[in-house]
């Protein structure tokens, strides 16, 4: 079905439905919260008559700034409700216990599909944020939705956190255009980018560890290795550890880049990115995935650390032996 039929769908849920809870992925990121507080924030001001929730159980201190979340609801609630989930490629991560009680389930994604959890499920793989897929369904209705400030940064936060920016490659012309009708609404620019950037010394000096210690493999992989001893040193979060993969993004003939960050549990999380090359197939082979360029992953033990690296490596030099003009 082409997407435009599957979003006039949407829409028509969205209308028949008196209660609408909205859910997002676990460990939270700007486009998840964006998407989530800004889709909220249209639908409670274009229908001011229904019940509107987004409700997600972790929670990121430094996108509270968008909007708080509301109180969770029991069980029950959720039964005559239509459950929107965002930004979630597949039903392990939805950060929430009871969105399978909705009564429909729509999911709104932009990650590579991997799973069909909703009875509506639109995937815009073309979308390098939610946030641009929810502020393209406010445009083409807006006989019918209304948006306002706080959406409009909300949904703004989405996009450039998930651009990087808008440098990534999935930034269209389309995409700057749907920025710009957010732009509209007199966002502050530099406050907005203070809240989602500003460092604090403990993490920059976590970043000097990171630039002492991090290896290349004879083809340029980067990695480093976060260990718990190394987050407790400077009390930094395995959120804001991880965090750190980008300051490994710029380096030449280095085009993949990689952070494994020891956790509480001893499960190692890995952080995966790229430029020009792909490395989500290489991330489902270790529990992960997510986009062509960023990834996620999970390994248990320092044998899988290698194997990851040694896997990448060989993306890496199959990539420099057949492909030209990268950098
Ligand atoms: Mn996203």
Redesign the pocket.
Known sequence: MENKEIRKQILNKIIAYEKIIICRHVRP?G??MGSTIGLREILRISFPDKKIYSIGYQTAEYLSFLSLEDEKLPEEEYKDALVIVV?TANSDRIDNPYYKSGKEIIKID??IRVEDFGTINYVDEDMP??ACIITELYEENRDILQMNQKAAQALYV?IAT?TGRFRYRGVSAKVLRLSAILLDYDLDLEKIYANLYLKDIASLKLQGDVFRKFKSTPNGVLYVYVTNKMQKKYNISPEDAAALVNSLDSVKDSLIWIIFVEQKDKTIRVRIRSRFVAIDKLANKYRGGGHANASGAVVYNGREIKQLVKDADEVLEKFKASEEGWL
């Open positions: 990121d486009d998840c930004d932009h990650h944020a939610t989405g998930d």
